[in-house]
C-alpha cells in the first residue's frame, strides 16, 4: 500500500466529499471501511471504531443484523425492484403503508415513499402547494422552519434548513422563512425563564403569521429534537404553544422525524415524546435501520383526504420517484419495525438512557462543557471557553473537531457539530460499549482542552 495507491489516495483523486473538512481529510487522510461488527465499523487495516453515530443516526440496528440482511436477499429473490405508479404497486409496498399507518400517531392516512429523507420533505412541499392550488389558495405557499433546523439538501428542503451555509447556492429560495430556534440555553435571554422564553417564539410566530399573512403559508416544519443542528430538544412546552397558534390559521404542522423516528428518543416517534400529534410526518433513516435509501411522507387523516380529493380533481398527483415503494426497500422496512418494536431495540433505548444521561451530564461537569443535551439515545455536548458567560471557543481552534479526531484516534466515532460533539449511538448498544464511548470521550475531551491550553 504505497502512498500514491492507498486507499486514502484512491478516495481523494475519484471521490467529492459532501460535508466534509476537505484540509482535515487532506492532512488525516480518510477513514475507509469495509465491514461492521454491531456497532463497531472496521477499516481496510483492520481497525475496530465503535460508531456513536449510527452511520449518520440510521444504522440503529447495528452493522450485521441477520434478519435485516435476510429480509433484503428473500425480498431480492422473490420480487427485486418496481414502482408504485399507474396503479401498480409491490405486495411490501402496500403491507410497510399498513404498518406505517398503524405504527403512526393517526386514526387512519396515506403514506407516499421517497428515496430519502430530503425527497420527503420536497415532496411534501409539493403537496401542500399542489393542495393550495386545487383548493383555490395559489397564494398559500410560504414554508416556515426554525433556525438550525436540518431538512435536507433538495432545493426545497435546503431552502427550509436554517444554516447559513445555503448562501453559498443562492437558497432559501423565496418565501423560506426561519423562526428562532428554541434553544433555551443559547437564545435565551438573561433574566428570561424557559417559560418566558417558549412564549416568546410562540409571540414571535404570531407575529410572523400576521405579517406575512395567514393565506399565504402552506406549512410549518419542525424537527421533534432538533439533530444535526446540534441535537436540541425543545424549550418546556414549546409544541403546546405553537400548535393552537398554526391551528388558528389552519397552517399545518410537519413533524420531520427523520432521525426522532423509530424510537431515538425513547417513544416510537419524537412528537409522542413531546405529546403532540401532528399533520404530517416525515420519516426515513431508521425506517430500514439505514438497510436501504428510503424515505417516506405520512399524513394524517385532514391531508390524506384533502390530497385524494385534489388528486382525483386534476385526475392524478403528477409526483414521484422511479424507487418510490421499492419493493426490496419495503421488505426491509417492514423487518426493521419488527425488529425495533418486537426484538428489544425501542426497548434498549428507553433501558438505557438513564445511564446516556448520566454520561453526558459527567461530562459537562468539566470547566470547558457549558451544556449537555438530549432525549433518549441522541446526546451533545457543547464546548466552550468560558462556562459562566457561555462564550465560544474561537472557531479558528476547530475544538469540536479536534475532540472528534483525537477520538477517531482511539476507536470512537462521534460527530462534531457547531461546537458540539454529537453522540447517537445505535439502539443495540450494550452498558459496556455506552461504558467505552463515554470513556474514550472523556480522554479525548482531556486531552485537547489541555493541548490547547484551555
Ligand atoms: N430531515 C432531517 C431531520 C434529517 O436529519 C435529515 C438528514 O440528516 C434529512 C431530513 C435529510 O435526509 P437525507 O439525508 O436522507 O436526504
Not at 425501542?346 to 470547566?367: I, K, M, Q, Y
Not at 479558528?396 to 472528534?404: F, H, K, Q
Request: charged share 20%; net charge negative.
Amino acid at each position: 500500500d504505497t502512498a500514491a495507491n492507498s486507499w486514502d489516495a484512491r478516495a481523494g483523486a475519484h471521490m467529492l466529499y459532501g460535508f466534509t473538512d476537505l484540509p482535515s481529510v487532506q492532512a488525516r487522510g480518510a477513514v475507509v471501511l469495509t465491514h461492521g461488527e454491531g456497532p463497531y465499523v472496521v477499516d481496510v487495516a483492520g481497525r475496530r471504531y465503535l460508531d456513536a453515530n449510527s452511520g449518520l443516526w440510521n444504522m440503529v440496528a447495528g452493522f450485521d443484523h441477520p434478519g435485516l440482511a435476510a429480509a433484503a436477499k428473500a425480498q431480492y429473490d422473490r420480487f427485486p425492484g418496481y414502482h408504485a405508479f399507474f396503479g401498480r404497486v409491490s405486495d411490501q409496498t402496500v403491507m410497510l403503508s399498513e404498518k406505517l399507518i398503524e405504527v403512526s400517531p393517526f386514526a387512519r392516512g396515506k403514506v407516499f415513499y421517497t428515496n430519502s429523507g430530503s425527497e420527503a420533505n420536497d415532496t411534501l412541499v409539493k403537496m401542500l402547494w399542489f393542495l393550495a392550488r386545487a383548493e383555490g389558495q395559489p397564494e398559500r405557499r410560504k414554508i416556515l422552519t426554525r433556525w438550525n433546523g436540518y431538512h435536507g439538501v433538495t432545493v426545497a428542503a435546503a431552502s427550509m434548513t436554517g444554516k447559513a451555509y445555503n448562501a453559498l447556492f443562492g437558497l432559501p429560495l423565496p418565501g423560506f422563512i426561519h423562526l428562532t430556534c428554541p434553544h433555551y440555553w443559547r437564545e435565551g435571554r438573561p433574566d428570561e425563564t424557559e417559560a418566558a422564553f417558549t412564549a416568546r417564539l410562540a409571540a414571535e410566530l404570531d407575529e410572523v403569521i400576521a405579517r406575512e399573512g395567514a393565506e399565504t403559508i402552506a406549512g410549518f416544519f419542525a424537527e421533534p429534537v432538533i439533530g444535526a443542528g446540534g441535537v436540541i430538544p425543545p424549550s418546556a412546552g414549546y409544541f403546546q404553544a405553537i400548535q393552537p397558534i398554526l391551528k388558528r390559521h389552519n397552517i399545518p404542522l410537519i413533524a420531520d422525524e427523520v432521525i426522532c423516528g423509530f424510537g431515538r428518543t425513547g417513544a416510537v416517534w419524537g412528537c409522542q415524546s413531546y405529546d403532540f400529534i401532528p399533520d404530517a410526518i416525515i420519516s426515513s433513516k431508521a425506517l430500514t435501520a439505514g438497510y436501504f435509501p428510503m424515505g417516506a411522507v405520512i399524513l394524517g387523516p385532514d391531508l390524506s383526504d384533502r390530497l385524494q380529493a385534489a388528486a382525483e380533481a386534476v385526475e392524478e398527483f403528477p409526483h414521484g420517484f422511479t424507487a418510490s415503494g421499492h419493493p426490496v426497500g419495503c421488505a426491509i422496512a417492514l423487518k426493521a419495525i419488527d425488529v425495533i418494536l418486537n426484538e428489544g431495540l425501542l426497548d434498549n433505548v428507553r433501558a438505557l438512557t438513564p445511564r446516556f444521561e448520566a454520561g453526558l451530564s459527567r461530562l459537562a461537569e468539566h470547566p470547558h462543557i457549558g451544556e449537555w443535551r438530549g432525549k433518549g439515545l441522541m446526546g451533545a455536548l457543547e464546548a466552550v471557553a468560558d462556562k459562566p458567560t457561555k462564550t465560544p471557543f474561537p472557531s479558528t481552534l476547530s475544538v469540536s473537531e479536534r475532540i472528534a479526531n483525537t477520538c477517531t484516534d482511539h476507536g470512537l466515532i462521534c460527530r462534531p457539530l457547531g461546537q458540539s460533539i454529537v453522540l447517537c449511538p445505535p439502539f443495540i448498544l450494550t452498558e459496556a460499549q455506552m461504558d467505552e464511548m463515554f470513556d474514550k470521550l472523556e480522554a479525548a475531551l482531556t486531552r485537547v482542552f489541555s493541548e490547547i491550553g484551555a
